[in-house]
Nanobody, 115 residues
């Protein structure tokens, strides 16, 4: 089994910063495979915000390039998402995700950016 626990969300003004954390435990083979997604509305699909593509390169959604940075601490089995220059359209619930035979999701951490 795999457990993912996000933290670090909250309310911030536009232009501000937040750092999200995803603490992973259980049968994790490689934390480089943990991605960040977000869901802006309950009825909308989750979108990939930051992750690693099939050749090992970091990829970002176009809307967050230059503002968000994904990083990993293998010693702590933790993945971070540094979010700078936040915009109201970044408001969403942010999830970390891991794929190994099936999808694993955390419970999500909400981020609200006020204008």
């Amino acid at each position: 089994q795999v457990q993912l626990v996000e933290s670090g969300g909250g309310l911030v003004q536009a232009g501000g910063s937040l750092r999200l954390s995803c603490s992973a435990s259980g049968n994790i083979i490689n934390i480089n495979s943990i991605d960040w997604y977000r869901q802006q509305e309950p009825h909308k699909p989750r979108e990939l915000v930051a992750g690693t593509d099939t050749v090992g390169d970091t990829e970002y959604a176009d809307s967050v390039k230059g503002r968000f940075t994904i990083s990993r601490d293998n010693t702590k089995n933790t993945v971070y998402l540094q979010m700078n220059n936040l915009k109201p359209e970044d408001t969403a619930v942010y999830y970390c995700h891991y794929l190994r035979f099936r999808d694993y999701w955390g419970q999500g951490t909400p981020v609200t950016v006020s204008s």
